[in-house]
């Protein structure tokens, strides 16, 4: 008698237990260190017989299997099957031959400047978790693009293929003419979605009738926490598609402090039409991220194949990202900015990612297995990541899992 997984179903393995995606309902079912080494020898065709034995087990193999086919996750055969798993990709990509370079998110910077002072902004120590959606200034950044380069970068990346362009700033709000020639350029350019970062201390009334001209711009409102009564107003304002993106400084909080505290929060706009994303800010994760949930097991929630085959090629975050700061320097990350790839002013999009092709590759194909030590865990598939709040690029410290012991924090 054999045992296999159905097509849909995905097994795999970490260093002490395991996983199973089910990409038909985009579960994951966590599995015991003994089910995951009975499941990996029943995938290799070892007869069920021989699996408890081999395994030295008390109970037997059979009973384990039968979990999984009472959950329709697989099937006892009395010939060796063959079972192919479901794919979107060939099993040969990113192996054998490469994909095409594909830019897919768009990051632009409208400018550099800001009046306000927040702790959490680019410019000063302390880091925020999507940085890549906030608004942040940099110390000696110019703003040295006139509008007509932005029209230019457009046309570029929408040659490219680019799919998702965010606008941000600094204020970004600051020269809206500018703002407004790219906006409709982005509309012209029928770019299947397009951003705009926002801080809640950067809009005024006039403001809010600008915005309510682009009805599909998706704003996320950066605003401090808790949440002012000035930023509801502004949010009940708006008739985009709105996310509220309120930053909570961890710094001196509990994990319950900031988890009622959100929730508490929450009450105020669950029941207005606007999507909510919680950033958080620390001067120092490393002491603070066992208190976020965005750490824990939250991070492994994304189980579709599309986004399992993705994160299998490319880094979840990094993967098919440029960003094109104020002064017009390239860059792969909005907050990663070690080396620029080359400036708009002087060459265009193509040419730098023909030209700087294994640098771009260096970030965009850093999928887990090249992470330590996410290459031992059964969530390198399905888990999202910021590599730009990580002390080093190829090395993860802020996790509440630990794949060796198979437990979270
Ligand atoms: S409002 Fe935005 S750009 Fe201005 S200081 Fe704060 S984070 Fe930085
Ligand atoms: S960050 Fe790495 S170790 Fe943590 S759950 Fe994700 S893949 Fe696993």
């Given at each position: 008698?054999?045992?296999?997984?159905n097509?849909?179903?995905?097994?795999?393995?970490?260093?002490?237990?395991?996983?199973?995606?089910?990409?038909?309902?985009?579960?994951?079912?966590?599995?015991?260190?003994?089910?995951?080494?009975?499941?990996?020898?029943?995938?290799?065709?070892?007869?069920?017989?021989?699996?408890?034995?081999?395994?030295?087990?008390?109970g037997?193999?059979?009973?384990v299997?039968?979990?999984?086919?009472?959950k329709?996750?697989?099937?006892?055969?009395?010939?060796?099957?063959?079972?192919?798993?479901?794919?979107?990709?060939?099993?040969?990509?990113?192996?054998?031959?490469?994909?095409?370079?594909?830019?897919?998110?768009?990051?632009?910077?409208?400018?550099?400047?800001?009046?306000?002072?927040?702790p959490?902004?680019?410019?000063?120590?302390?880091?925020?978790?999507?940085?890549?959606?906030?608004?942040?200034?940099?110390?000696?950044?110019?703003n040295?693009?006139?509008?007509?380069?932005?029209?230019?970068?457009?046309?570029?990346?929408?040659?490219l293929?680019?799919?998702q362009?965010?606008?941000?700033?600094?204020?970004?709000l600051?020269?809206?003419d500018?703002?407004?020639?790219?906006?409709?350029?982005?509309?012209e350019?029928?770019?299947?979605?397009?951003?705009?970062?926002?801080?809640?201390?950067?809009?005024?009334?006039?403001?809010?009738?600008?915005?309510?001209?682009y009805?599909?711009?998706?704003?996320?409102?950066n605003?401090?926490?808790?949440?002012?009564?000035?930023?509801?107003?502004?949010?009940?304002n708006?008739?985009?598609?709105?996310?509220?993106?309120?930053?909570?400084?961890?710094?001196?909080?509990?994990?319950?402090d900031?988890?009622?505290?959100i929730?508490?929060?929450?009450?105020?706009?669950q029941?207005?039409?606007v999507?909510?994303?919680?950033?958080?800010?620390?001067?120092?994760?490393?002491?603070?991220?066992?208190?976020i949930?965005?750490?824990g097991?939250?991070?492994?929630?994304?189980a579709?194949?599309?986004f399992?085959?993705?994160c299998?090629?490319?880094?979840?975050?990094?993967?098919?990202?440029l960003?094109?700061?104020?002064d017009?320097?390239?860059?792969?990350?909005?907050?990663?900015?070690?080396?620029?790839?080359?400036?708009?002013?002087?060459?265009?999009?193509s040419?730098?990612?023909?030209?700087?092709?294994?640098?771009?590759?260096?970030?965009?194909?850093?999928?887990?297995?090249?992470?330590?030590?996410?290459?031992?865990?059964?969530?390198?598939?399905?888990c999202?990541?910021?590599?730009a709040?990580?002390?080093?690029?190829?090395?993860?410290?802020?996790?509440?899992?630990?794949p060796?012991?198979?437990?979270?924090?």
């Open positions: 008698m054999f045992f296999r997984l097509p849909e179903i995905r097994l795999i393995l970490g260093a002490k237990n395991g996983v199973i995606y089910d990409f038909l309902d985009n579960k994951v079912y966590e599995l015991s260190s003994e089910e995951k080494s009975v499941l990996e020898l029943a995938e290799k065709s070892k007869e069920v017989e021989e699996i408890s034995r081999y395994l030295g087990m008390e037997s193999a059979t009973e299997l039968e979990k999984y086919k009472e329709n996750l697989g099937e006892f055969y009395e010939q060796k099957p063959y079972i192919e798993p479901l794919r979107l990709k060939s099993p040969l990509s990113g192996t054998f031959y490469e994909s095409p370079p594909h830019l897919t998110n768009f990051f632009v910077e409208l400018n550099n400047n800001c009046q306000h002072d927040c959490y902004c680019g410019r000063n120590t302390m880091k925020r978790v999507f940085g890549c959606i906030g608004c942040n200034v940099r110390d000696g950044q110019k040295a693009l006139e509008g007509g380069y932005y029209t230019s970068v457009l046309d570029q990346a929408y040659k293929g680019a799919g362009i965010f606008l941000s700033g600094g204020n970004v600051e020269d809206l500018m703002l407004s020639a790219v906006l409709d350029h982005c509309e350019l029928h770019f299947p979605a397009v951003f705009l970062t926002c801080h809640e201390n950067h809009v005024n009334p006039y403001a809010v009738n600008f915005l309510n001209r009805t599909g711009l998706n704003v996320f409102l605003c401090s926490f808790p949440v002012s009564s000035r930023t509801l107003e502004i949010a009940g708006l008739q985009c598609n709105l996310t509220l993106v309120p930053v909570v400084d961890v710094t001196d909080m509990s994990e319950e900031v988890t009622e505290k929730q508490h929060e929450y009450e105020k706009v029941n207005r039409r999507s909510w994303q919680i950033d958080y800010c620390s001067s120092d994760f490393t002491k603070d991220y066992s208190k949930s965005l750490f097991k939250e991070r492994t929630k994304n579709t194949l599309q399992f085959e993705r299998q090629e490319y880094h979840p975050c990094l993967g098919g990202i960003t094109i700061s104020s017009g320097n390239v860059y792969v990350c909005r907050v990663i900015r070690e080396k620029s790839l080359g400036n708009v002013v002087d060459t265009n999009l040419e730098i990612m023909r030209n700087r092709k294994e640098e771009i590759k260096k970030f965009w194909n850093l999928n887990r297995d090249k992470i330590t030590p996410c290459r031992n865990c059964e969530y390198r598939y399905s999202m990541d910021c590599r709040i990580e002390a080093d690029m190829y090395y993860t410290n802020l996790c509440r899992y630990d060796h012991t198979g437990k979270w924090t």
